[in-house]
């Protein structure tokens, strides 16, 4: 299972030490740029399954060019 956390930057090295701490965690440290950028991935991918299974309808490409 894979968990995102948000800490505040003064409480983070103390939360880092404690996980550090257990043989079965394994840390990757990513900074908000990255992070914002996974949340966006997450977000699209949950809409893309919306669309899949009918809960949202997606607009065709051509209307949207010709919007623009």
Same mark, same amino acid.
């Given at each position: 299972m894979k968990v995102l956390l948000d800490i505040k930057d003064n409480k *983070?090295?103390?939360i880092l030490e404690v996980?550090?701490?257990?043989?079965? =965690? @394994? +840390?990757? =440290? +990513?900074?908000?740029l @990255? *992070?914002? %950028?996974l949340s966006e991935i997450r977000?699209? =991918?949950e809409e893309m399954n919306q669309?899949? *299974?009918g809960k949202k309808?997606?607009?065709?490409? @051509?209307? %949207?060019?010709n919007e623009l």
């Open positions: *983070a090295l103390h996980l550090t701490g257990l043989s079965y =965690v @394994k +840390i990757l =440290v +990513i900074y908000d @990255k *992070a914002e %950028l977000e699209a =991918v669309f899949r *299974a309808q997606a607009h065709d490409a @051509k209307n %949207l060019l």
